[in-house]
């Protein structure tokens, strides 16, 4: 099994320029995620689903869109990129598990190896 | 608000030390979880809890759900444990799975 697998591992772009970040997972998850990770802060979550053909905003979701057509497969696009949008990009996805009150809980998470942007 | 702090930010040790990493948080919580950032800047999750403690070789994890509190040990301490420690929690008002992450530690054990 390869896990939680991200393409490109590196990119480097021009402001305006458009792209798309592909992570893979070969664990029949139903969750995924896509984080951002910028120096001094936490992991912040762009956007996530929660099923195939479910997508939902996260924290900071503007200027980021996603799709997620096979279970198995969540694209990031960057429509018009910006240097705010300089990061390193993880992927990640865990199963769903629900607590003794029915409650949807998020299992462990597994992730990618990051993908590395520059936006000049 | 919900808020996750992790304490220290950096930790310096020799290797052999016993090492306590501390995690709080504002409000209920379903679950924590703790990862490891290697250098190479890969993240595994290391434990996942939302009661109790738990023990996976020389790490372990516990949790005190009345304080709003966990904590993450490492006993006999190696250079190779040398990586960023993150908590992370899902708050019961967050929908989705959501989950809110600490700053990280840095850990850094030498020879």
């Known amino acids: 099994n390869a896990g939680v697998t991200q393409t490109p591992k590196f990119r480097v772009l021009k402001t305006g320029q458009s792209m798309t970040l592909l992570c893979a997972q070969d664990m029949n998850h139903e969750y995924m995620y896509w984080y951002r990770q910028d120096p001094g802060m936490g992991l912040r979550l762009i956007h996530y689903?929660?099923?195939?053909?479910?997508?939902a905003k996260g924290e900071v979701p503007d200027g980021y869109n996603v799709s997620r057509l096979k279970k198995q497969n969540f694209l990031l696009g960057l429509e018009s990129a910006a240097p705010s949008q300089t990061s390193v990009y993880f992927c990640?996805?865990?199963?769903?598990?629900?607590?003794?009150?029915?409650?949807?809980?998020?299992?462990?998470?597994?992730f990618g190896e990051g993908s590395r942007l520059t936006v000049l | 608000k919900n808020e996750v702090e992790q304490s220290p930010q950096n930790l310096t040790a020799q290797e052999g030390e016993f090492i306590t990493i501390n995690c709080s948080y504002s409000v209920g919580i379903s679950a924590l979880h703790w990862l490891q950032q290697h250098p190479g800047g890969g993240i595994v999750s290391l434990f996942m809890l939302s009661s109790g403690k738990k023990k996976h070789g020389r790490l372990i994890a516990t949790i005190n759900i009345q304080e709003k509190h966990s904590s993450l040990h490492i006993t006999a301490s190696h250079p190779r444990d040398s990586a960023v420690y993150i908590c992370a929690v899902r708050f019961w008002e967050t929908s989705g799975s959501r989950l809110t992450f600490g700053e990280g530690t840095q850990l850094t054990v030498n020879p």
């Open positions: 990640a996805s865990s199963y769903s598990s629900f607590s003794g009150t029915g409650i949807p809980n998020t299992g462990e998470l597994f």
């Open positions: 689903s929660v099923g195939e053909g479910t997508t």
